[in-house]
């Protein structure tokens, strides 16, 4: 199994902060990488594909970069909205397809 | 827009069968670029792929589950299932059925969300 590592595991951060948000893969994947928001209570959503292609619908204030085996998910100015976890998934191998542990992005 | 809904039983006794269903509006199941998956995730902790299906019948299986776990497609009802077998306390989560896109001929990253189901697996 490919597995991710994401780091750190819970931020904590100010409205207005750039934000980083660190993953890393045992083997290389490429740059087929997803990263994903999710909300207490709620499904997640998704961000970014490709490792650095942009949802419709998402704020430009996400952006994701990286290939191989490290990738970055940076959040420009930190919202209100955007306090929640974070998960990166790899789908280059069916290895199976794995997601990261999640880092949670908490209130200063 | 693509709507994806799950249903099924809260409540799932020790050693019985978990069996759930998603049902997709907006869009159809036999859509020839788009894969339809089982994700779980245990109360507060991380995400789990269990099983992806294609609208032909080609699955892909968590190797960690498919002795478990089968999924099926109903074309005719636009709707794909889970069965999990022998379920014990470990299974409790939260259950969502996703689609994921079509890439390099294989599911690629998942683009829409059922708002999940929870599971308790409980005498």
């Not at chain 2, 991380?46 to 960690?64: D, H, R, V």
């Amino acid at each position: 199994d490919i597995q991710m590592t994401q780091s750190p595991s819970t931020l904590s951060a100010s409205v207005g902060d750039r934000v980083t948000i660190t993953c890393r893969a045992s083997q290389d994947i490429n740059n087929w990488l997803a990263w994903y928001q999710q909300k207490p209570g709620k499904a997640p959503k998704l961000l970014i594909y490709m490792a650095s292609s942009l949802e419709g619908g998402v704020p430009s204030r996400f952006s994701g970069s990286g290939s191989g085996t490290e990738f970055t998910l940076t959040i420009g100015s930190l919202q209100p909205d955007d306090f929640a976890t974070y998960y990166c998934h790899q789908y280059k191998n069916y290895s199976p397809w794995t997601f990261g542990q999640g880092t949670k992005v908490e209130i200063k | 827009q693509v709507q994806l809904r799950e249903s099924g039983p809260g409540l799932v006794r020790p050693s019985e069968t978990l069996s759930l269903t998603c049902t997709v509006s907006g869009a159809s199941i036999s859509s020839n670029d788009r894969y339809w998956g089982w994700i779980r995730q245990p109360p507060g902790k991380g995400l789990e792929w269990i099983a992806t299906i294609y609208f032909s019948g080609s699955t892909y299986f968590n190797p960690s589950l498919k002795s478990r776990v089968t999924i099926s497609v109903d074309t005719s009802k636009n709707l794909f299932s889970l069965k999990l077998t022998s379920v014990a306390a470990a299974d409790t989560g939260f259950y969502y059925c996703a689609r994921s896109t079509m890439f390099r001929g294989a599911p690629g990253h998942f683009d829409s969300w059922g708002q999940g189901t929870l599971v308790t697996v409980s005498s």
